[in-house]
């Protein structure tokens, strides 16, 4: 739940905050009661916000009465540089791997302790995918965001690792030793795997896309795929993300 803005002080810029930061991929759709309270702010003054911020095409109405994240903050979206740039220059690389495998196909960034995925090419085979764009889901429990976790600094490590890690399904990993090490495996071999820790029906394999600095090279975001688990070819998925990671970075140029 968004954090509580009914407390007095709160300023109008806090609370719409407060109410768009509601919505998050298991709550796409909120009724006016619940938006509020997932919000933290009271009814009334949330009904005047949110009319307001419909108005402006921030939020939208469906038939239901229920409210949903508009076009207008989407279109805000793609105005981001990580969102304009990074997807924009990736685009070609995630077609040629989705044309290659016709299976899903995902970029993905560290947002924090979470993995924000920028783009997704959706395979033909029947897997369970509950990423979508702009979605942001658990560090420790899909394959681009192992990679991600696994290049991110030590401190940003240790409060994953330090805190309880939530279980998507029986396969997900949450003791912090086991993950520690499988990070160091993914730092060492240059890939990650999982097997149903995210969904059930549904494993991946993902590498880090590197970018030159002066300081060296620098892990910008990840990218994967995502198979039914009996179509695991590591060896074979792992080269054709490499391929397209490697035509990533330099198509960014040094950083």
């Known amino acids: 739940m968004a954090g509580n803005t009914s407390t007095p002080g709160a300023t109008v810029t806090s609370r719409v905050m407060?109410?768009?930061?509601?919505?998050?991929?298991?709550h796409r759709r909120l009724g006016l009661?619940?938006?509020a309270r997932r919000a933290g702010?009271?009814?009334?003054?949330?009904h005047r916000l949110v009319g307001e911020l419909t108005a402006h095409g921030a939020l939208a109405r469906d038939a239901e009465g229920r409210y949903t994240i508009g076009r207008r903050v989407w279109d805000l979206g793609h105005l981001a540089p990580v969102q304009s740039g990074l997807v924009e220059t990736a685009s070609p690389?995630?077609?040629?791997?989705?044309?290659a495998t016709l299976v899903t196909v995902h970029l993905?960034?560290?947002?924090?302790?979470?993995?924000?995925y920028l783009d997704r090419l959706r395979g033909h085979a029947s897997v369970p995918v509950v990423s979508q764009v702009g979605s942001r889901l658990p560090l420790h429990a899909t394959g681009v965001g192992k990679?991600?976790?696994a290049h991110a600094p030590a401190e940003v490590q240790e409060r994953v690792?330090?805190?309880?890690?939530?279980?998507s399904t029986p396969h997900t990993v949450v003791n912090a030793r086991v993950l520690r090490t499988q990070l160091e495996a993914v730092v060492r071999d240059g890939w990650a795997t999982t097997s149903e820790e995210m969904t059930l029906g549904a494993a991946s394999v993902a590498v880090p896309v590197l970018r030159r600095t002066e300081q060296g090279p620098d892990v910008v975001a990840a990218l994967g795929v995502v198979v039914p688990p009996k179509r695991l070819q590591r060896s074979r998925l792992v080269a054709g993300l490499q391929v397209?990671?490697?035509?990533?970075g330099r198509a960014l140029g040094p950083g």
């Open 147 to 149: 990679v991600l976790l």
């Open 93 to 99: 690389f995630l077609h040629d791997l989705y044309a």
């Open 18 to 26: 407060a109410l768009l930061s509601a919505f998050d991929e298991h």
């Open 33 to 35: 009661t619940e938006l």
């Open 244 to 248: 397209a990671a490697q035509g990533i």
């Open 108 to 116: 993905a960034v560290r947002d924090g302790e979470e993995c924000l």
């Open 41 to 46: 702010v009271p009814v009334p003054t949330a």
């Open 161 to 167: 690792l330090a805190r309880p890690l939530r279980r």
